[in-house]
C-alpha cells in the first residue's frame, strides 16, 4: 500500500494519479410530469453521461381521457363538445375535421358562409397557438420578455373568437351542417339571423394587422437576439426522412424542408379561393421550426384578411335532420391543425353515435420523434429541443 | 389520384376509392411486404397512424352492430405521400383468440408507439416489437380498455346522458324529419 500522503511518494503518487481512468456511471434523470417546459404533464426519464443526454423514454398517459372510448357511448353532436379538449390551445381547429367526416359520410353541402367563419376561426386559432408558442419557447431559452407581449397579442384574438362563439379556448361551435349562429348576434329569427357580432370586421382587421405587426416585432425581439440564435441554430436537427418515417407533420417537417401543407392539399375548408405562401425552412434546427412559425402567423392573418373581404352572404346552416344519424360508412379526414395532421377515423353502423372513432393527433406522432433527436444532445439543448416541437399534451395523450 | 390509383389497382386487384382514400384489404400473412412495398414502389413514406376496431356482437358499450358480424379485431394503417395527395389504408384481420401480427417498426419506424397503444387498449400482441409495453396506461392496469366487452363504470352507475336528449323527439318517428337550420 503505498501511503500517498508521505512526502517521499508524493511524485510517483502524482504521476500515477494522471494516467487512472476515471469510471463514471450514468446518472438517471426524470423530468416532469410537472415541469415548466413539457406543455402539461410529460414525463421523461433520461440517462446523463456527463452534459451528454441518451436512451430518453418519455413517459405518457398523466392526461389521457379516453376520448375514443367515450365517443362511443356519445351522439355525433355530444362528441363535439369532446374534441375541443383534445388541443386546448386551438381548441376550434380540432371540431373541423370530426364535423367534416360527420358530413361527408352523411353527405351534406355546407353553406359558403358558414365555411368561410369557419375558415376565419381556424386561423385565429392557429395564430393564438402560434403566440404561445412564441411567448412560451422564448422563456424556454432563457428570454423572459416576449411571452409578456405574446399573451397580451393573443388576448386579442380569444377576445374576437370569444365574440363569435362565446368560448375562449372551448368554443364547441361547429354544427354538423354549418356553424350555431354568433353569442355576440341580436334575436334570432329563422328568416334573420345575424350570425356575426356588431362590429367583427373592423375588430378582425385591426387585430390582423397587429398580428403582422408583431410577427415583426418577435422577429427582431427573438430572431435577432445573439443568445437565441446560438441556442437554436443547429441545434435538434431533424431530417426529412427521419420526420416522416415517423408522421412527424406541420410545422415541424416543413421546417425539415417539405412542402406539405394539407390546407392546400386537400378540400376540407376553401383555402384554395386565397392568396398566401407555405413557410419552410432548410436546416430543420430549433431555430427554423421557430422561424417557419412566426412566419406562419403572418400568412394565417393574411388568409382572415382576405376572408374578411370576401365574405359571402347566406344561411349558416345547412338542412340536416333533427336526430343526426350518419349512414354505414367509413372516412377518414384530416386537416392542418396548428401543430401538424389532426384527423379522425370515423367507422360508422348507421346509428346515433360511430361504432369506433380513431382520433390522429399531430403532438402524438411529433413527440414519438423525441428518442430519436435527444440522443447524444446536450443537456442545456434538452429543453431547447423539445420546446421547438410545441407539442400540448392533451394533444399527445388524448 | 386516377391514375395513382389505377396503378395501386394493378397491384391490389380489390382496393376501392372512396371518399378520395384508396382502401385495401389484405391478409395479415402479408402485412410487412404490403406495407414495403407500397412504401418503396408506391412512395407512400408518410406513415399517419395504426389502429385497430374490435367488431363483435355483444357489446357492453355503445351500440352493437346492425348486421352481425364474425368477432375479430381490424388492424388499420393510413399512409400517405408528402405532397397528400394520395391517401391510403390497409387494413387486415386477426382473429380474436390469437391476436398475433408483426410489427411494423422495420418499415415504418413511427408505427412503435402506435402498435404500443393497440397492445394495450385492444391486447394485440405485435411480434418481433423490441418495447411491447404499456404506453399510457399505468403499471398493474388490468383489461383492455378498448374492447367492445370492456364496461365503462359510469355508464353502469348512470345511464347514457345521450338518451335524454334524443329519446322521444317527435321527429323521429317521422320518416322525413329535415326541419331548417
Known sequence: MVNALDPQNMNSFSEASVSVEIETEDMTLNIGPQHPSTHGVLRLVAKVDGEKVHDVKPVLGYMHRGYEKLAEVRSYPQITTLVNRIDWVAGFSNEIPFIAGAERLMEIEVPERAKHIRLILTEMARISSHFVFNGAYALEVGALTPIFYAMEDRERVLDLIESVTGGRFHPNFNRIGGVKPAAGAGPTSKKNIQDLPAGFYRDTKVAMEKVIQAADQFQNLIGGNEVFKKRTKNVGVLTAETAEAYGVSGPILRASGVKSDLRTQTDYLPYDQFDYDIPVGENGDCYDRWDVRVKEMVESAKIVLQAIDSMPSGPLQAKVPKVIKVPQGRTYVRAENPKGEMGYYIVSDGGLGPYRLKVRTASFSNVSILPIMLEGALLPDLIAIMGSLDFVLGDVDR | ?181
Open chain 2, 1 to 181: 389520384m386516377e391514375e395513382f390509383f389505377n396503378n395501386i389497382k394493378e397491384s391490389f386487384k380489390e382496393a376501392t376509392l372512396e371518399f378520395e382514400t384508396i382502401n385495401i384489404k389484405i391478409d395479415s400473412t402479408e402485412w410487412i411486404d404490403v406495407h414495403k412495398k407500397l412504401r418503396d414502389e408506391f412512395n407512400l413514406k408518410f406513415f399517419s397512424w395504426l389502429s385497430a376496431i374490435d367488431w363483435d356482437n355483444e357489446v357492453s358499450v355503445g351500440e352493437a352492430p346492425k348486421e352481425s358480424v364474425s368477432p375479430s379485431f381490424e388492424i388499420i394503417t393510413c399512409l400517405s405521400d408528402l405532397d397528400n395527395t394520395n391517401l391510403v389504408t390497409v387494413s387486415t384481420s386477426i382473429s380474436k383468440s390469437e391476436p398475433n401480427i408483426n410489427s411494423l417498426i422495420d418499415v415504418y419506424a413511427g408505427a412503435n408507439w402506435h402498435e404500443r397503444e393497440a397492445y394495450e387498449m385492444f391486447g394485440i400482441n405485435f411480434e418481433n416489437h423490441p418495447n411491447l409495453e404499456k404506453l399510457y396506461l399505468p403499471d398493474g392496469y388490468e383489461g383492455n380498455p378498448m374492447l367492445k366487452s370492456f364496461e365503462l363504470i359510469s355508464r353502469e352507475v348512470k345511464p347514457w346522458p345521450g338518451d335524454v336528449d334524443v329519446e322521444g323527439m317527435p321527429e323521429e318517428s317521422e320518416s322525413d324529419g329535415s326541419v331548417d337550420g
